[in-house]
């Protein structure tokens, strides 16, 4: 009986082994360097990728929908502490129409700062790269495109300062 048993946890074993290593990976999480994208740009003929970054900044990608109350109030505060932040490129990036897109731009007056590039993505990368479930959402990388952290929802700006500082 014994060797019964375990013959059959043997073969238990055998088998969960097998079927762990033909199964598909799981999705990313978190890009750990910054990730490959290109946004269509609000003047809908050009696009801004990841190598358009500026080499030796921070990078805090910001995913949102531009009917997000919560993403509203991060631009917000994002705005009102530029001073802050003119030192690090943000991208924002929505899958939402392309006109609710241009709205969100004019409504902040994006154009107004250099260090924001905001755009279209298109083809869903960014999110492929995370498992995003609630907007707006952040990734900060530090200065050699690593990732320092990710938050899901609004932020202080303070919030986002002290973990760009531990990740330098």
Request: aromatic share 12%; charged share 20%.
């Amino acid at each position: 009986m014994k060797r019964t048993v375990f013959s059959f946890l043997a073969l238990c074993l055998a088998f969960s082994v097998i079927a762990q290593q033909n199964a598909p990976a799981p999705a990313k999480k978190q890009s750990l360097i910054v990730p490959k994208f290109r946004i269509l740009k609000v003047d809908s003929s050009s696009y801004y990728t990841n190598s358009d970054l500026r080499k030796h900044h921070e990078t805090l990608i910001m995913y949102f929908s531009p009917e997000c109350d919560h993403c509203k109030h991060q631009t917000k505060d994002l705005i009102a502490e530029m001073d802050k932040l003119k030192n690090i490129d943000i991208v924002m990036a929505t899958y939402f129409p392309f006109s609710e897109m241009k709205n969100f731009y004019s409504n902040f007056h994006i154009s107004n700062y250099n260090n924001i590039k905001l755009g279209r993505d298109e083809n869903y990368q960014i999110p492929s790269n995370y498992n995003i479930h609630s907007l707006p959402f952040l990734a900060l990388y530090d200065k050699k495109g690593k990732l320092v952290t990710t938050f899901e929802g609004s932020q202080k700006i303070s919030t986002l300062l002290d973990a760009f500082n531990k990740g330098n």
